[in-house]
């Protein structure tokens, strides 16, 4: 299974949210780069971004995004997530050099626009955020919550060509309260590979992603926080057994 650590950047800076709230924000560094390269020495293949400030819709984090993929060139691949709404900016995205696009509100209120990624880029190179409260699918940033259930949406950007979904319990994000490991099951049993992602914090939580057969699992606040070294968390994600 692929373990993921996770870069939220708002404004420049490394910052966790709790449930999404925007008001709820601790900082943990003011260099992205520099923490995605220490993620890359210490074993990450993978390393999971998120563009606050663009899923908010209040400007953008390139620079700081550009500044990893130089960092990590070689040694990590990077999936970046956070305001991929229209396609042109799913092209200025991929041209960055990252290995994948999350693309979220869009999927969800856009029934066109998956087609239309999957015609610039290849299904590898794409994965739908799927990030749900109380069932139903959280857009714009987790600021609205939409009529579409998790499941709904995930069978239908399946049909189209999607093969990755990231399952976020937005109730859980950050909150050091563990996945929702039988909704992401639930997701992917409709055809999709599942990243888990949301309340992550210990290795037997990775390894119970592991051992349910998920195709990832994201980890951020429980890394910054040190409850959890991304040793172990690499560890955790072989799926062998603990004695």
């Known amino acids: 299974m ?9 404004s420049g800076r490394v910052v966790r949210l709790s449930q999404g709230e925007a008001t709820r924000q601790t900082v943990y560094g003011e260099d992205p780069a520099s923490v995605a390269a220490r993620f890359a020495e210490e074993g990450a293949k993978w390393i999971h971004v998120v563009d606050l400030d663009r ?22 691949r990077v ?7 229209t396609l042109d900016r799913l092209r200025q995205g991929l041209e960055l050099g990252i290995a994948r696009a999350v693309i979220g509100t869009a999927a969800a209120i856009d029934p066109t626009f998956v087609p239309g990624a999957l015609g610039v880029a290849a299904s590898e190179r794409l994965a739908v955020g799927i990030d749900a409260r109380n069932g139903k ?20 950007v399946v049909r189209e060509g999607i093969e990755i ?3 976020t319990d937005v109730t859980r994000d950050g909150m050091l309260a563990g996945p929702d490991l039988e909704g992401a099951v639930t997701l992917q ?3 999709a590979r599942v990243i888990a992602s949301g309340g992550v914090t210990t290795a037997a939580d ?21 409850r959890l070294t991304l040793g172990e968390a690499l560890e955790a994600a072989r799926c062998e057994s603990r004695s």
């Open 2 to 10: 692929d373990l993921y650590p996770a870069i939220d950047i708002r």
């Open 55 to 76: 899923a908010f819709g209040q400007g953008s984090n390139d620079a700081s995004v550009r500044s990893i993929l130089r960092r990590v060139e070689g040694r990590a």
């Open 79 to 85: 999936q970046l997530g956070g305001g991929f709404r």
């Open 137 to 156: 699918v959280a857009i714009r940033g987790w600021t609205e919550t939409s009529t579409t259930s998790a499941e709904e949406l995930t069978r239908r």
């Open 165 to 167: 979904v990231i399952y």
């Open 189 to 191: 049993g409709g055809g």
């Open 206 to 226: 990775i390894q119970a992603a592991c051992k349910a057969g998920l195709a990832g699992a994201i980890v951020g606040r429980a890394l910054y926080e040190q």
